[in-house]
């Protein structure tokens, strides 16, 4: 434990990384539900989102707008999850970077029905993705809001590699 900080020092270390938890956290949830409005509300009004491939958006109201499209409606009625590890997360002041990795998982219906004791019987889940994500977020008089969320495969490519790196570099 670092006795160096005041008391409050770390008090607001602590409220700031609990805030951005709480933030990422409500990532996944939003997503599988199409709530456009956490968008809104945790995006800076000039958030971006890069999710490699030319795919973003930018804008926290063209970002909250991609969870109302059909494709994306049409997911989330397929059974989308979006299942996210808890993120890294380090604070500089009124800046904050967070790494964390995102599942996206699925129904498996074209899987053989298998029973679980005590649970039935289900096709399970297959995962769809894995990727690696960015955040980065500035306090603002609200509260923390993300200014860039950056989204690589963690396919065998370099990209999503070197995001990680970033989060464990000396």
Known sequence: MNTSHSLEERLRAVEDKLAIYHLIASHPPAADTGTDRYYRDAFAADGKVDLGGGKGAAGNEAIAAIVKTPEHQAAIAGGLC???????????????????????I?????????????????????????????????????????????????????????????????
């Open 82 to 104: 979006h299942f996210a590890g808890l993120p890294r997360v380090e604070v500089d002041g009124d800046t904050a970077v967070a790494t964390s990795y995102l599942q996206i």
């Open 106 to 170: 699925t129904p498996d219906r074209q899987a053989t029905p298998r029973e679980l004791s005590g649970h039935g019987a289900s096709t399970g889940f297959r995962i769809h993705r894995v990727g690696a994500n960015r955040w980065e977020l500035k306090r603002e008089k609200d509260g923390w809001k993300v200014t860039r969320r950056t989204l690589r495969p963690l396919d065998g490519n370099d990209e999503a590699r070197a995001l990680l790196r970033r989060a464990v570099a000396p």
